[in-house]
């Protein structure tokens, strides 16, 4: 009975996201409906005995406000203090300036599909600085896409090219980044270096020559001819912005990974110490540059509705996720789910690719990749520990496995933003990232199998 209701809320939860309900009020309530129809029922207790308050309606609210406390603390700080530190850095137009300054390369490569390609590569360099999938195409769109058009891409292929470039969300300071090694019980640091970064060395290379392919052998099927043009860009008002402002969005990853086991051990460094630092090199630049205190000042308010901006979109989407995922655990789905795995010999990492298809699936489906990874990520300790699985090597395809699909959904925010920008299709555009992005999950699955064959 309790697998029969979970699929039921499960397919109805589904169902409003892809029809553009909020996601978090729609996993708030389907996971407290299961959380009180287990209790009801008998099948599954929402909290133990020694911190239950008593009532099983009042539980339910109990385990929310407890996770929120224990949420919000230590990872929902590092997501906030990440999310109002990129607030700022577009604000001041330093993203703009790190994006202008790691183009100029390209443009020395002859053929325009390899530009093309290293507009891809250079986009997915940059994401470790921004880690707004969204946010860099749209200054990829202002930037390189009307270069790529000049060149004599056709516009489907230079927007496939853009919008992709953060198909892995690699970075250090990235939400699921963040969520996944602390779920997993390890560093970022650590889970970045020796877990992302081989994935996406890799991938380098498999979805560049994908992407130059792919683009390519399209454009000439469309009957598009390449012809190079003069290309007039309306300068942006951000783009006044000095050029050596493109080291400030660096800072604080510089930070992160020189204080580390990577390299100095004997000073600590945390990511909210060093969005802190960035901001405060940030505001002094700022002084310097305009000498008006006012203003300065003024504009740091964008790092503190950045703090308000994460809170409100991403520490309540994972806190929406961990009680849909408790309302599972309440209805024993998942042990149902593990043990019917067991019985058909699911080994551990069969049991990785049903997670991860699930994932994949979901993110296509509801066009968010933080949607489906969020919801599902507190569960796989639980799962991970039943197949013997290392939580890592769960959580890692299933968090690429979310952000690389989510590019294959005509529905999903950098679909959509650079569609419209680049005046394509959307259900156009994800015909030409498919076959790249199809590459990028091949690339996480077979690195993931030769970490655990390998014991890395």
């Given at each position: 009975m309790g697998v029969v209701i979970s699929a039921l809320v499960t397919f109805w939860v589904g169902y409003l996201i892809y029809k553009k309900y909020?996601?978090?009020?729609?996993?708030?309530?389907?996971?407290?409906?299961?959380?009180?129809?287990?209790?009801?029922?008998?099948?599954?207790?929402?909290?133990?005995?020694?911190?239950?308050?008593?009532?099983?309606?009042?539980?339910?609210?109990?385990?929310?406000r407890a996770t929120l406390?224990?949420?919000?603390?230590?990872?929902?700080?590092?997501?906030?203090?990440?999310?109002?530190?990129?607030?700022?850095?577009?604000?001041?137009?330093?993203?703009?300036?790190?994006?202008?300054?790691?183009?100029k390369p390209l443009l020395a490569l002859k053929s325009p599909y390899l530009v093309m390609s290293g507009t891809w590569i250079v986009?997915?360099?940059?994401g470790l600085c921004i880690n707004s999938a969204s946010g860099l195409a749209m200054l990829l769109m202002v930037t390189m896409f009307p270069i790529l058009i000049g060149l004599g891409v056709s516009r489907l292929s230079a927007t496939a090219a853009v919008a992709t470039t953060l198909c892995f969300d690699w970075?250090?300071?990235?939400?699921?980044?963040?969520?996944?090694?602390?779920?997993?019980?390890?560093?970022?640091?650590?889970?970045?270096?020796?877990?992302?970064?081989?994935?996406?060395?890799?991938?380098f290379v498999v979805v560049g020559v994908l992407h130059y392919l792919t683009q390519k052998y399209m454009d000439k099927r469309d009957g598009h001819v390449v012809k190079?043009?003069?290309?007039?860009r309306v300068q942006d008002e951000s783009d006044n912005a000095p050029l050596f402002y493109a080291i400030l969005p660096v800072i604080p990853l510089a930070l992160i990974l020189s204080f580390s086991s990577l390299?100095?051990?004997?000073?600590?460094?945390?990511?909210?110490?060093?969005?802190?630092?960035?901001?405060?090199?940030?505001?002094?630049?700022?002084?310097?540059?305009?000498?008006?205190?006012k203003k300065v000042f003024a504009d740091i308010q964008a790092f503190f509705d950045g703090l308000g901006m994460q809170m409100a979109n991403v520490i309540t989407l994972i806190l929406a996720g961990q009680v849909f995922a408790k309302g599972l655990l309440c209805m024993g789905t998942i042990n149902a789910m593990i043990e019917g795995s067991k019985g058909l010999g699911f080994g551990p990492m069969a049991m990785?690719?049903?997670?991860?298809?699930?994932?994949?699936?979901?993110?296509?489906?509801?066009?968010?990749?933080?949607?489906?990874?969020?919801?599902?990520?507190?569960?796989?300790?639980?799962?991970?520990?039943?197949?013997?699985?290392?939580p890592v090597l769960m959580l890692l395809p299933m968090h690429f496995a979310a952000s690389i699909m989510r590019n294959c959904s005509p529905i999903t925010a950098v679909i959509v933003v650079s569609s419209g920008m680049g005046g394509v299709s959307s259900f156009d555009l994800v015909?030409?990232?498919?076959?790249?992005?199809?590459g990028a999950m091949i690339v996480t699955i077979g690195m993931t199998f030769f970490f655990y064959y390998t014991g890395y």
């Open positions: 909020k996601p978090q009020p729609v996993l708030f309530m389907g996971g407290m409906v299961m959380m009180w129809l287990a209790a009801v029922l008998g099948i599954g207790q929402i909290l133990g005995a020694k911190v239950s308050t008593g009532s099983v309606f009042f539980d339910a609210f109990e385990f929310m406390s224990s949420t919000a603390g230590k990872l929902g700080l590092n997501i906030m203090s990440v999310g109002a530190f990129a607030k700022y850095m577009d604000k001041i137009g330093a993203s703009r300036s790190l994006v202008r300054l790691t183009i986009g997915m360099l940059i970075s250090p300071s990235d939400t699921g980044t963040i969520l996944s090694a602390e779920t997993a019980g390890v560093d970022p640091v650590f889970y970045w270096s020796h877990y992302q970064v081989p994935i996406v060395a890799v991938a190079p043009m003069e290309v007039e390299w100095i051990t004997t000073i600590k460094m945390n990511i909210v110490m060093a969005m802190f630092i960035g901001l405060f090199v940030g505001v002094c630049c700022e002084y310097i540059r305009w000498r008006d205190g990785m690719l049903v997670m991860v298809a699930i994932i994949g699936c979901s993110a296509v489906v509801m066009g968010s990749g933080n949607a489906p990874f969020f919801a599902f990520a507190a569960l796989t300790p639980a799962v991970a520990a039943a197949t013997g699985l290392h015909k030409r990232t498919f076959i790249p992005m199809i």
